[in-house]
């Protein structure tokens, strides 16, 4: 059974001029305590459902390397965290700053049956592990509420291994020119309605289409990747370029 452990613990630029997340930390921690209870459904009803093919590709490239211990940051609900137990990890930690996230992920495992999953409530930007402690690292649909986005990446690639991969599965930008106006109408109008209706909470569903625009585009995040000190950046481009799974290593040098 998971279990909740505690951890050591705004505009679109961090206090160090970098890019961040729109809102600051504590008001995107008490949306997510908001949506808590119907944060899958709406993923499910969002995606029509891909976001679960997503993120058993992301569980995939981040046991690629080796099936070891793997540490899932802003694991909300914990659905990563179950695919990568379900794909073989050996040990599983699912880290969040929401503790209603985490409560709703402790339920599921309940259900489910996860026992070497363990729940941790903490920052994602002051991981509370030491350096060189996983094998890898995920984060999906998560990076782009941080407050400064290279010292989040920079925070994830310092507690893996050497060898060590990280994951990010993340909304991008739309690209191409005729797919945008629709993306815009189905995010900006849609999306809110939506989730007004589902969650009871509009405001949330209206955040998620302006964090998407000003996320950096996949081109950029890559080179995020390798300012971290990361190699072989590489990303793949989903869901009509609206969606990008990056994978990267850090070097036996260290990061």
Not at 106 to 119: F, N, S, V
Request: hydrophobic share 45%; proline share 5%.
């Amino acid at each position: 059974m998971g279990r909740v452990r505690p951890g050591v613990g705004m505009a679109q630029q961090s206090q160090r001029g970098r890019p961040g997340a729109l809102r600051p930390s504590e008001e995107v921690r008490s949306m997510f305590d908001r949506i808590s209870r119907r944060y899958d459904l709406m993923n499910r009803l969002m995606t029509g459902g891909r976001d679960v093919a997503w993120r058993r590709l992301a569980a995939r490239e981040a046991l690629a390397g080796g099936r070891g211990c793997v540490l899932d940051v802003a694991s909300g609900t914990g659905d990563l965290a179950i695919e990568l137990a379900r794909q073989g990890a050996a040990r599983v930690v699912a880290l969040d700053f929401s503790r209603e996230m985490l409560r709703s992920a402790a339920e599921k495992l309940r259900r489910l049956g996860h026992p070497h999953i363990e729940l941790v409530c903490a920052d994602a930007m002051r991981l509370p592990f030491p350096d060189a402690t996983f094998d890898a690292c995920t984060i999906g649909f998560g990076l782009r509420n941080l407050p400064d986005y290279q010292a989040g990446i920079a925070e994830m690639a310092r507690v893996l291994r050497p060898g060590g991969r990280l994951v990010i599965l993340e909304t991008t930008p739309v690209r191409q020119q005729w797919l945008a106006p629709l993306f815009h109408l189905y995010f900006d109008q849609i999306v809110p309605l939506i989730g007004g209706l589902v969650s009871g909470d509009r405001d949330a569903y209206g955040y998620l289409p302006r964090s998407t625009g000003a996320f950096p585009d996949a081109e950029t995040l890559a080179g995020m990747l390798a300012g971290a000190g990361l190699a072989e950046v590489r990303f793949r481009r989903l869901m009509l370029g609206t969606v990008a799974l990056h994978v990267a290593i850090r070097p036996c040098a260290a990061v």
